[in-house]
């Protein structure tokens, strides 16, 4: 079900948010709150379940991305953004400013421009700074000084630890948090909706567009896209961006929602924590007589279901993962082995022992009347 957000701009669609696509939706324990924790306003709280406070939406778009499955979706000027910047060559400094910052033009006089967004910078995603440096800017600065003044002020720490994000991936992304210097100097001021035209940019138009072309492949297909398990858009998106640029593939990236999984040999090839996944980072594939478990790190965002649903512990989160792991989008072999069947219903199962039976049938041949739930939804939920 898709519910509308209330409370933007007239001009700008709201933002909606599908339930289906919220991790709760694959694991009704999950304690996944980065959207509640994350909201400038009263717009998003939960207590078992994600619900809308409409009226107290501003739009700022920080769920966009903030979001490990991508639930939430709206407009976020990315496209229009990364075009406007290629038409600007290759800038050493660049700024961004949001479309509320009273005084854009002052600024640092190594800036050679400022791009003004019809928006809030919180509906950015680290993948649109990589993207940025990669086809236009030897850095970026991004104008924060005025959001303490500002209504969606509240948004700026979300900011804040998405620059962290792109600075983590190798990003040379700064912010200014300060006012005015006594030096700052007037440049020029650029709305991303209306990018600068020249007479070869407009004959550029009936050739190859080159940057233009890199700009809008970044978000191309995303809205389309309806499969069940897939990367939410910011995923899709920083795996192009990281492409578009040189970067160091033995460098670790030790910061969500980057994540990796480690299986011992606990594993009952149940094959939950893959029916779990709800991004298809996990894939269980079995034999008769064999199993194995394979994870693509590309496509994890850490929402944790797959931990939660592992019965036996064998399934350990991971922080981190090497730029490597995420440009490869390879799976990689976790955890393997042979499959026994069970001597009383049949069913085939891992096990590190010589039982004859599947965990199911032993537990009840042990406790006939009692019951148990996997170590992750043991937990105290809120």
């Known amino acids: 079900m898709t519910h509308a957000v209330a409370g933007g701009a007239a001009d700008t669609a709201p933002i909606t948010f599908d339930a289906s696509r919220c991790v709760r939706a694959f694991d009704k324990y999950a304690t996944c ?45 990315v496209t229009q953004l990364l075009t406007c910047a290629s038409r600007l060559g290759r800038p050493q400094q660049l700024e961004l400013a949001c479309a509320r910052h009273p005084s854009p033009s002052k600024g640092p006089h190594e800036s050679e421009a400022v791009i003004v967004l019809d928006g809030c910078l919180a509906a950015l995603g680290a993948s649109v700074y990589l993207a940025l440096l990669a086809q ?14 500002c209504p969606l002020g509240k948004a700026r720490l979300g900011i804040e630890q998405t620059l962290a994000v792109a600075h983590a991936l190798g990003g040379a992304v700064e912010s200014l948090p300060h006012g005015a210097g006594d030096e700052w100097q007037v440049r020029p001021v650029i709305q991303a909706s209306q990018p600068p035209l020249s007479r070869r940019d407009f004959l550029r138009t009936f ?24 990367p939410p858009r910011e995923r899709r998106r920083l795996l192009n961006a990281l492409r578009l640029g040189p970067v160091r593939a033995e460098h670790h990236v030790d910061a969500p929602p980057f994540g990796s999984v480690a299986v011992n040999d606990a594993c009952s090839a149940c094959g939950a924590c893959a029916r779990a996944c709800p991004t298809g980072a996990l894939q269980f594939s079995q034999t008769d007589r064999s199993f194995r478990v394979s994870f693509a790190a590309a496509y994890c965002t850490a929402c944790g279901a797959c931990a939660d649903v592992c019965e036996p512990k064998a399934l350990r989160q991971e922080r981190g993962v090497s730029l490597n792991a995420l440009l490869t989008v390879r799976s990689v072999v976790v955890c393997e082995g042979a499959l026994h069947a069970c001597v009383r219903c049949g069913a085939k199962f891992a096990s590190a022992t010589e039982s004859h039976l599947c965990p199911i049938c032993d537990f009840r041949q042990r406790n006939p009347f009692g019951s148990r739930v996997p170590a992750g939804m043991g937990r105290g939920r809120g």
């Open 33 to 77: 709150d980065r959207c509640v924790a994350s909201c400038p306003t009263t717009a998003l709280s939960g207590n078992g379940s994600l619900a809308f406070n409409a009226s107290a939406c501003v739009d700022c778009g920080l769920c966009l991305h903030l979001c490990p499955l991508g639930a939430f979706a709206g407009h976020d000027d």
């Open 136 to 149: 236009s800017s030897a850095r970026l600065l991004v104008r924060l000084d005025a959001c303490a003044d």
């Open 207 to 230: 050739a190859a567009q080159g940057q233009v072309l890199l700009a809008q492949a970044l978000s191309a297909g995303d809205e389309s896209e309806t499969a069940a398990k897939r």
